[in-house]
C-alpha cells in the first residue's frame, strides 16, 4: 500500500523487496529491504523530480547530518529505489545526482578512487559506465570497493538501458550479514576484525576493455601520476613512483613504516601492510590487507565490509582451495582462482571453505534483486549494504556515481 514520506514522495510495495529483521530476534522491527519510492504524483518533467530529490537533500541549514534521506536510509537498510523518473540520459542522471548531493556543510561530495584497478568510462558529469565484464560473469556481493582503505561511502546506479532478460542488481544488508554470522560462525567475524583480509589485486599496464579490471596502472584514479603529468620516463622511474603510492594507500588504512609487528593489540592487517609483484609483462598485482568489520557510522554497530563473494564461487567453481590455486581452462590454458584469505602477520591462511559457504548461504537469503526500468535510480549506502550483478542477455546500460559525506565513514572494529 503506498505510503506518503513528504508532499513529493510516496513509498510502494515491489514483489522484490525482503521483509527483513536488521537483528533477527522477536521485538525487533521487520522492514520492507530496499525501500521503493515514486513520485506522490507522476512527475511532469525532469524539473519536478530535481525539486523533490533536493527537498530530502542535506540543506544548508542543517547543523547535523541527518537529511531526510539520511534518515530514510537509516530507517530502510541503507538502500532506496527511486522508480518513476522522467530521466532518459546520462546526462538527466547527472543533473539528479547533483540535487541528490544537496547543499551545506553535509552534502556528497564526489568520490575520488586510489588504486582502482576496474575501468569505468566517463559518460557524463559524475557519471561512469559500470564493471566491463562480460554479460555471462556473475559479479559476486561486494561493499563497493572494500578491498582498499579508500571507497565511496554511496553507490548511484542508474537505468538507461534494462537488459532484455536477467541483468538485475542484487543488495544484501550487509549489516544482517553481520548479524547472522556472528551468531553461526563467530570465528570467522572474528577472522574478519582480528586478522582482516587480503586480496590480490591485478593491475594491467595498459588499458584493457571487455574485462573486469582493465583501468590501466598508470592513470590517477589507480597508481599514476594526479597531477595530469604523464608517467616517468624510465621503467625503474615508473615503478618506483607507483610502489609509492601503493604505499600511501597502505598508510592511509593505518600501516605505517616501522610499526611492531609483535604488538598483538593492533590487528594482523594493519602490521602486515600492502605488498606487491611486478609482472614479467609490466602488469602489477598489489596485495591489499584490510579489515573485514567495520563500524556503521551512523548506528554504530558492526557492519560486514568484503569482496569475498566472487573469489568465493571461482575457487568452489575451480576447485582451487589448495596451492597453487590453479586449474586448467577450456581451452586447455591455466587459470588461477586464489581463494579467500585471512591476513596473517608472515604468511596469509586460507578461509575454511565451510565459513564461507555460510556467508554465501545467507546472502543468497537475504537478498532483494532489483528490477530495471529505464529511468530507476538506485541509492545505496556503502556501510550498510554490498550489492552483486547478476548475468542477462541483451543490452544493459546501469550507470555508477560514487559520493563520500563529510564526516561519515566507517572505522574498523577494533580488534579485541
Not at 27 to 52: M, N, S
Not at 199 to 216: F, L, M, R, S
Not at 260 to 268: C, L, N, R
Not at 277 to 286: F, R
Amino acid at each position: 500500500m503506498p505510503h506518503a514520506v513528504n508532499s513529493n514522495w510516496t513509498s510502494v510495495e515491489k514483489d522484490y523487496q525482503q521483509q527483513l529483521q536488521i537483528v533477527e530476534g522477536p521485538d525487533e522491527p521487520i522492514i520492507r529491504f530496499p525501500l521503493v519510492l515514486q513520485p506522490h504524483e507522476p512527475a511532469k518533467d525532469k524539473a519536478e523530480v530535481l525539486h523533490g530529490i533536493s527537498a530530502i537533500a542535506a540543506q544548508s541549514t542543517e547543523t547535523n547530518e541527518q537529511s531526510k534521506l539520511r534518515q530514510l536510509l537509516d530507517a530502510n537498510g541503507g538502500v532506496v529505489h527511486f522508480k518513476g523518473l522522467p530521466l532518459k540520459t546520462p546526462e538527466d542522471f547527472s543533473d539528479f545526482l547533483v540535487s541528490l548531493a544537496g547543499k551545506g556543510d553535509h552534502a556528497w561530495k564526489p568520490h575520488t578512487d586510489v588504486g582502482m584497478e576496474v575501468l569505468r568510462r566517463p559518460r557524463a558529469k559524475h557519471v561512469l559506465t559500470t564493471n566491463e565484464g562480460p554479460p555471462s560473469h556473475f559479479i559476486g556481493w561486494h561493499n563497493e570497493y572494500a578491498v582498499s582503505p579508500v571507497h565511496p561511502g554511496y553507490l548511484i546506479l542508474f537505468c538507461e538501458v534494462p537488459a532484455q532478460s536477467g541483468g538485475q542488481t542484487s543488495v544484501v544488508s550487509s549489516l544482517a550479514l553481520y548479524d547472522r554470522l556472528k551468531k553461526e560462525v563467530p570465528e570467522f567475524v572474528e577472522g574478519c576484525t582480528s586478522k582482516g583480509l587480503v586480496y590480490q589485486t591485478p593491475h594491467t599496464a595498459k588499458q584493457v576493455g571487455g574485462i573486469v579490471g582493465g583501468n590501466g596502472l598508470y592513470k590517477a584514479s589507480a597508481f599514476g601520476p594526479t597531477d595530469g603529468s604523464p608517467p616517468a620516463d624510465t621503467e625503474e622511474e615508473r615503478r618506483k613512483a607507483v610502489e609509492s603510492r601503493v604505499i600511501e594507500l597502505a598508510e592511509r588504512g593505518g600501516w605505517y613504516a616501522g610499526i611492531d609487528k609483535t604488538d598483538e593489540s593492533i590487528p594482523a592487517w594493519q602490521r602486515r601492510g600492502f605488498s606487491w609483484n611486478w609482472q614479467d609483462n609490466g602488469d602489477l598485482e598489489v596485495i591489499h590487507r584490510v579489515p573485514g568489520v567495520r563500524l556503521y557510522p551512523t548506528q554504530h554497530i558492526p557492519t560486514i565490509f568484503n569482496a569475498m563473494s566472487t573469489r568465493y564461487t571461482n575457487a568452489k567453481v575451480n576447485n582451487t582451495w589448495e596451492p597453487p590455486f590453479t586449474f586448467k581452462n577450456a581451452d586447455g590454458t591455466e587459470g588461477i582462482a586464489v581463494p579467500p584469505h585471512f591476513s596473517g602477520i608472515e604468511k596469509d591462511t586460507i578461509i575454511p571453505k565451510e565459513w564461507l559457504e555460510r556467508m554465501d548461504y545467507y546472502q543468497h537469503k537475504l537478498t532483494a534483486d532489483i528490477k530495471w526500468d529505464v529511468g530507476d535510480v538506485l541509492v545505496i549506502d556503502n556501510y550498510a549494504a554490498q550489492h552483486a550483478r547478476w548475468a542477462w542477455e541483451g543490452e544493459r546500460k546501469v550507470l555508477a556515481s560514487f559520493w563520500d559525506q563529510p564526516g561519515i565513514s566507517a572505522q574498523p572494529v577494533p580488534s579485541v
